[in-house]
């Protein structure tokens, strides 16, 4: 039997995000993740200006409530949501949280929806988590030297160098953009330049993988709301409409490395559903736990084609002020990665950035956003992967 | 080429053992089927019996057509290193005491694409054989080797720690007045082991073979009589700290089953030495040799048994002494997982009836002792869990994996 072909995906019309929240990072915090989804769900109700009890929606990402899950959390605080979600896709959870929620916001399932990604960072929380992430790293990863990520991603870009001809200067390059891009934003963790030697000579993790390719683990939370214009300009709240979102799962499982991610299967129906071509976009977040991932996404987001991502990298400067600005705040990179609220950091950024509320520089005249997400080194590559165009309404 | 390992400095009694640590240990039931075919130094991966298709890691669902029915089969070995990586920074014990580690992505002839550790005579992009070998914690791990042999391949470090080379190694040989013992003896010397120790019992008596045994500065001939706690404890006291192998070739056969005799004089025999004499061994050399699993160039690495393969299903012939070599291997069992720690092997020899005395009248096919010698070097070079030596070994085990229930019968007369 044939399948009929999908019927075409509807549009986002009318669902918004809005309140970014992004509770100041720390290093290590010995906190539980449960004190960081409280300080996101403080600030997103001071925020909105409403009461607790008006949150009918909640979606919750985090590696490190256990034994709880969000179901907890709802007694917790006090919440009795009509929906709940809960999404354990790391670096994706912000762009597939909102998919879900604006979803659920369309179709009258909730109305006002809080999604937040916390993560508490314990001294010895990296350590745990790495040892029961997956079944697949368990059997056949993590015997192979125990590099965790770092040493999966070393590989793909090993491969990525190899086969395009990317060198360590190009990833250099993104990583200092970042940096300085950082600096003007108050929450980032590193405070300091970097400088291109100071990349390249940084302490081996994983060759070609250097200290300053890798994230550092930290405490914090990120969290925004997701609901109608209309309730959104009840509350008078800057806003940004969701034009456009896509999620995809386990793409390409033959290729023998990681070259793509799933944007490459869906980008012709992202740019499609949102009306616009990536030359419109005013700032781009990519989800950088690497960076060979972030140009990736350059390539699979349609901004250039398979293998131009080094001179891609060689043509712009990535920063707020420059050419192609691109992870506004610093990203993980120099921002900290706060676990499953890593994948949110963009995300909330981009809001602010294109509603007017950007504690990063402002990049001039920024209305529209493409957020993107990828998470979940099950074996040996990144299984989920998505992206949706934002674009701010100022009230 | 590979830097052939120098032989090891005599150890400076003031620098304290370093404890041994296992590499990661946790594994899914589908991935411990992989070990069982490593254990038998087979290279098999999952496959799917409905379309085919390799499955790795291993699942439980074939990605291709959701078959449930999965099995380990053999698989060709070949494959591309497309990418590598040197680990440089790892948070688990074991890696962060040998760092760095080398491993790359294998895309295998076979289908799947693999993490593997990689012999330092690769580059990348390169041909390479792979290899299933057990790492110190008894769980499958995928190695790619050098299409063809460099010089020296096997003193790779990293290869290393997946076998248990006799080179440069302190060996004892428990039993050395048959012929069994004593080929064991002259082929581990040919493997560079750097000392035998011989153990004989009631030295005072003379055997063949005695001579050439004292001519070899290499060996020690020591008294040992595996029947007698003290004897044992004593030799351990003497060597047990540079045992990095013991090979233990003592057993005590004679014909006939349970109502062919008329007391059990004659299996007490045959179990103080095959099961009692092993246990004996074990505790006083298991300890030591488990401290010392991580102990350099000559850690202490692996505790062999030279057993009959009826341990698996008894034969009637020789029915009282298969009674003792099963309980043989259920204290080998035993032992395999109380050495785990130390990362020490415990490696099985399954032989077919060995052609002395003893045997004379049983019909050929049997084993020559210089056969048993070569796997027990085989084995430990590999570092194969189960072997076995000679035909009837090889046709026993595929009768006992296919149905025990019909070997039973086959055994009987």
Redesign the interface.
């Known amino acids: 039997m044939t399948l009929r072909p999908a019927a075409s995906r509807q549009g986002y019309d009318k669902v918004v995000v809005a309140v970014p929240v992004s509770v100041p990072y720390k290093r290590y915090a010995i906190e539980p993740a449960h004190w960081w989804v409280a300080e996101a769900l403080r600030a997103l109700v001071a925020g909105a200006g409403i009461e607790a009890t008006d949150l009918d929606g909640l979606s919750v990402s985090s590696f490190t409530l256990a034994p709880d899950t969000a179901v907890g959390l709802t007694q917790h605080f006090g919440l009795s949501p009509r929906w709940l979600d809960s999404i354990p896709m790391g670096g994706a959870s912000a762009v597939i949280a909102l998919r879900r929620a604006a979803r659920a916001v369309q179709a009258g399932d909730a109305c006002l929806i809080a999604c937040i990604g916390a993560d508490t960072n314990h001294v010895d929380s990296?350590?745990r988590l790495?040892?029961s992430f997956s079944?697949?790293a368990?059997?056949?990863?993590?015997?192979?030297?125990?590099?965790?990520p770092?040493?999966?991603f070393?590989?793909?870009t090993?491969?990525y160098m190899?086969r395009h001809g990317a060198q360590r200067e190009d990833f250099g390059k993104l990583c200092v953009a970042q940096r300085e891009n950082a600096l003007t934003y108050p929450h980032a963790i590193f405070k300091k330049p970097l400088t291109l030697e100071e990349y390249l000579e940084a302490?081996?993790?994983?060759?070609?993988?250097r200290l300053f390719d890798c994230v550092m683990p930290v405490a914090g939370a990120e969290a925004f709301l997701v609901m109608t214009e209309d309730v959104a300009k009840d509350l008078g709240l800057a806003h940004a409409r969701v034009l456009s979102a896509i999620e995809r799962h386990n793409a390409y499982?033959d290729d023998?490395?990681q070259m793509r991610g799933g944007w490459a299967l869906d980008i012709d129906e992202l740019w499609g559903m949102a009306g616009l071509s990536p030359d419109r976009i005013d700032l781009l977040e990519t989800y950088d736990d690497y960076p060979v991932i972030v140009t990736m996404q350059f390539e699979d987001l349609g901004f250039c084609k398979k293998g131009e991502g080094p001179d891609f990298i060689r043509s712009h400067t990535f920063t707020n002020d420059g050419s192609f600005p691109n992870n506004t705040n610093g990203g993980q990179l120099s921002a900290g990665q706060a676990g499953a609220a890593g994948g949110y950091l963009g995300m909330v950024e981009a809001i602010r950035q294109i509603t007017g509320q950007s504690l990063s520089k402002q990049v001039v005249g920024a209305r529209r956003a493409l957020v993107s997400g990828f998470g979940m080194v099950n074996?040996?590559r990144g299984l989920c992967s998505g992206a949706a165009v934002l674009e701010g309404v100022v009230p | 080429m590979t830097t052939p390992i120098k032989p090891p400095p005599k150890k400076d009694p003031q620098i304290p053992t370093r404890p041994p640590q296992l590499p990661p240990m946790a594994r899914s039931r589908a991935a411990l089927a992989m070990s069982a075919a490593a254990a038998a130094g087979q290279f098999a991966l999952q496959t799917c019996r409905d379309c085919g298709t390799v499955c790795y890691p291993p699942r439980d669902g074939c990605p291709k057509c959701l078959s449930t029915q999965l099995a380990f089969a053999p698989v060709a070995a070949g494959g591309e290193l497309i990418a590598e990586t040197t680990v440089q920074a790892s948070t688990d014990l074991y890696f962060r005491e040998r760092l760095p580690w080398r491993v790359g992505t294998v895309a295998l002839d076979c289908g799947p694409s693999v993490m593997a550790h990689l012999h330092a005579d690769l580059t990348t992009p390169s041909r390479v054989t792979m290899a299933m070998k057990l790492d110190k914690g008894g769980n499958a791990v995928l190695f790619a080797l050098p299409e063809k042999a460099t010089a020296h391949m096997e003193d790779d470090p990293q290869y290393r720690e997946l076998n248990a080379s006799p080179k440069h190694r302190r060996v004892l040989v428990t039993d050395g007045r048959g012929a069994v013992g004593q080929a064991v003896v002259k082929a581990l010397l040919e493997a560079d082991a750097a000392t035998v120790f011989v153990g004989i019992a009631d030295p005072w008596k003379p055997f063949a073979g005695e001579s050439d045994l004292a001519a070899d500065p290499r060996i020690e001939v020591m008294a040992l009589d595996v029947t007698d706690t003290t004897s044992v404890k004593e030799l351990a006291g003497e060597i047990g700290g540079k045992t990095d192998i013991l090979v233990n070739t003592a057993d005590h056969v004679r014909p006939g089953g349970i109502l062919s005799r008329t007391d059990i004089v004659t299996s007490r025999d045959e179990f103080e030495v095959n099961v009692f004499g092993l246990q004996r061994l074990a505790q006083a050399f298991g300890p030591l040799m488990r401290a010392r699993g991580a102990d350099g160039v000559n850690s202490a690495v692996a505790f062999v048994d030279v057993l009959p393969i009826h341990a698996l299903c008894n034969w009637q012939d020789f029915g009282a002494h298969s009674a003792s070599a099963a309980a043989r291997l259920s204290v080998l069992q035993c032992l395999r997982g109380e050495m785990r720690a130390g990362g020490v092997r415990v490696l099985s020899i399954f032989t077919g009836p060995v052609d002395d005395d003893w045997r004379q009248t049983v019909e050929p096919p049997k084993v020559a002792p210089v056969a048993i010698a070569r796997a027990v070097v085989a084995a430990l070079q590999g570092g194969i869990e189960d072997s076995t030596v000679g035909d009837i070994a090889k046709d026993v085990l595929e009768k006992w994996l296919d149905n025990p229930k019909v070997l039973e019968r086959e055994q009987q007369a």
């Open positions: 990296f350590r790495l040892s079944r697949f368990q059997d056949a990863s993590y015997p192979y030297g125990y590099g965790g770092n040493a999966s070393a590989l793909l090993d491969y190899r302490r081996p993790i994983s060759d070609p993988i499982p023998p490395v074996f040996d």
